[in-house]
């Protein structure tokens, strides 16, 4: 898959809430493991900026918006399910 | 209903299963605070999306597309089935967004439409429970009054979520949508509601062209105008039996089995109601109008130029297309819009089709007040199974209703079935309580006095036979009066002739005597003569005997 690309990501989180917590360490811990460097992340805190969310489209938090490379892919939750996360991000070993 | 309306800067549960018109009920509720207060509404759905929610409730008349540009906001709120799941999430971040896009439009109303719907991707009951009490302290905090939807009664076992729920919110309503005997009715019930008075029935709801329509109580108190001016029944001779016609105002039902000429009747009372002028909503159930109109005009009841006229409205509705409550909207919308002054429902009967007798029942009763308490003059018809006036129409009630009551029934008598009308109740009049024969002619129907005979009703040929035999026996008894009469004047003539014969006698008789008196005096005195003549011959004392026989 697109292993030489940059990955762009977007996470939605609701400030210090425990499941947006628990989301920001989850995916520091994936991107450490898997991405190498070779990602962009953008954390956007709903109650600060929340027009700008719900004009993308974002409905609960944490959520994590894949932007490019294509196919986009949305993943709600606090990202404790791995593997899931991986492969919706179509990030491979 | 729930005397005032949903409570202000609260929260409303709305409770139901699958299509028993919870986002309608939410919608409306929404329409309603935007158009009638001006307010500014939000709606988040969670389940439809925006274009189907519009696109649904554009068979109401709410202008839903006006209102969306000004005052009435939706907001898309469903997780796209290709978002992936991993772990927990809260509404937190929803929330808070939803306090900004309040902030920004100045929004009073939020509508939470299926919310229970992106709560189930929790998979968590314990978590669902959590973001329920975050979604109340939210709604609280900020002073909205709300309106969440969620379904109950999908075998869901977290189903008991949202009846703790109702512990938490103001107002719980309850709608449901059932079946009875395969026509769906929705009902709808208050459940609950702080701090105010409630009517805790269930009443049924239907929906129309305004939307959602909920039957109201009806007032325990009956307040009907009652007009002492007659309106005339269609044809005068019926109006005779009515001692004048029928009350303004009033209902009136006709019974009788099919073919009795229900409809003829309600015909020619919708027809004389056109003539006086009057706007006239004529409602037949299972026959179109222009059927009905064709077979009219054979009895000389002539309803299409007053239909051109717009002063008949005709209103044709298949009984089985929708419930009992449906139809009822619908003719109150037509009576809304068309503001008739008399009514025809042809036959009313027919909604008893339209789903179970009970709520069959409460629609005729609830029509009929209705109609009254606009002050429309009605004319009801039924038909009944049995020839029994005394069941008839009780299959909806109605009788009891009803102010005037006319029954059509056969006579079935020497080979001919013959039509019979009876008045049976006409409320505050004076009514004929004789039984009288319609017959239905080119020109009209017309009302025909029957014979009674041997305890028997004559009607048709039997009726016609013994008006003719009637005639008959006028004349047989005409020519035996004349017959009396000359021989009573020649009897007459005889005595007077005899009378005058015996006159002539007495006159003869008289002048006999008078002859005879005379003739007498003329003996006496002869006699006299000759004996004092006889005397003198003798040479007597003619004074001594002349004294003596004189004395004797």
Redesign the interface.
């Known amino acids: 898959m697109a292993r030489s690309k940059t990955l762009v990501l977007r996470l939605?989180?609701?400030?210090d809430?425990p499941?947006?917590a628990?989301?920001v360490a989850?995916l520091a811990e994936i991107c450490k493991e898997y991405l190498h460097g070779r990602f962009k992340l953008e954390i956007i805190d709903?109650?600060e900026s929340?027009?700008r969310?719900?004009a993308d489209?974002?409905?609960?938090?944490?959520?994590l918006a894949k932007i490019s490379p294509s196919p986009a892919?949305?993943?709600?939750?606090?990202?404790?399910?791995?593997s899931?996360?991986i492969?919706?991000l179509g990030i491979k070993e | 209903m729930s005397h005032g309306g949903l409570p202000r800067g609260r929260t409303t549960l709305l409770k139901g299963g699958p299509g028993c018109g919870k986002t309608v009920f939410a919608l409306q509720s929404l329409v309603n605070a935007v158009r009638l207060r001006r307010e500014t509404g939000l709606f988040v759905a969670f389940e439809e999306s925006t274009r189907q929610i519009v696109a649904n409730a554009a068979t109401f008349d709410w202008g839903l597309p006006g209102l969306m540009k000004r005052r009435l906001f939706f907001l898309e709120a469903q997780l796209s089935p290709d978002v992936v799941h991993s772990g927990e999430f809260d509404l937190g971040g929803m929330l808070a967004m939803l306090r900004a896009k309040r902030d920004e439009l100045g929004a009073r109303w939020i509508v939470l439409d299926g919310i229970d719907v992106l709560l189930t991707l929790l998979h968590d009951p314990a978590a669902e429970l959590r973001e329920i009490y975050r979604l109340r302290d939210w709604l609280a905090a900020n002073e909205m009054t709300a309106i969440i939807t969620a379904k109950t009664g999908t075998g869901r076992a977290e189903v008991i979520n949202y009846d703790f729920m109702e512990f938490m919110v103001d107002c719980v309503v309850r709608l449901e949508r059932r079946l009875e005997q395969g026509v769906s009715l929705h009902r709808l019930q208050i459940a609950k509601y702080r701090g105010s008075d409630f009517e805790a029935g269930e009443f049924p709801l239907s929906f129309g062209a305004s939307g959602m329509e909920v039957a109201p109580p009806e007032p325990p108190e009956i307040r009907h105008p009652a007009s002492l001016e007659r309106v005339s029944a269609g044809f005068e001779r019926l109006d005779k039996m009515l001692g004048g016609g029928l009350f303004r105002g009033s209902s009136t039902l006709v019974t009788g089995l099919p073919g009795t000429s229900k409809t003829t009747l309600a015909g020619k009372f919708a027809e004389a109601a056109c003539e006086r002028g009057e706007r006239t909503l004529f409602v037949s159930f299972d026959e179109g109008a222009e059927p009905i109109m064709r077979n009219l005009s054979s009895v000389s009841i002539r309803l299409r130029p007053h239909l051109k006229a717009g002063l008949l409205r005709m209103y044709s509705a298949r009984t089985e297309s929708t419930g009992a409550e449906d139809h009822l909207a619908k003719l109150k919308s037509l009576i809304r819009d068309f503001r008739p002054r008399c009514m025809v429902i042809d036959p009313l009967s027919a909604i008893a089709k339209a789903g179970a007798l009970d709520a069959a029942r409460a629609v005729a009763s609830r029509l009929i007040y209705m109609v009254k308490d606009e002050g429309i003059t009605v004319f009801i018809t039924a038909i009944n199974d049995g020839d029994d006036p005394s069941t008839e129409a009780t299959d909806l009630q109605v009788s009891t209703i009803a102010d005037t009551w006319i029954h059509l029934s056969y006579m079935i008598r020497s080979g001919e079935r013959n039509r019979a009308l009876t008045i049976i109740k006409s409320r505050g009049t004076w009514h004929s309580n004789q039984v009288r024969e319609l017959i239905l002619g080119a020109t009209g129907p017309v009302l025909a006095d029957v014979y009674t005979a041997g305890g028997e009703v004559l009607m048709g040929t039997l009726r016609w036979e013994k008006e003719d035999e009637e005639r008959g026996k006028t004349l047989q008894r005409r020519a035996a009066f004349d017959h009396k009469r000359r021989e009573l004047q020649v009897s007459e003539t005889d005595t007077r002739a005899r009378i005058k014969a015996l006159q002539n006698d007495l006159a003869r008789q008289r002048s006999e005597l008078d002859l005879y008196s005379t003739d007498n005096d003329a003996r006496i005195v002869s006699s006299s003569e000759r004996e004092k003549e006889l005397r003198r011959i003798r040479g007597g004392d003619p004074l001594k005997r002349n004294g003596s026989r004189n004395g004797a």
């Open positions: 939605y989180i609701a400030r809430a499941n947006s628990r989301a989850n709903v109650l929340p027009l969310a719900l489209g974002i409905l609960v938090t944490p959520s892919a949305r993943i709600v939750g606090n990202l404790s399910d791995r899931s996360v492969h919706a």
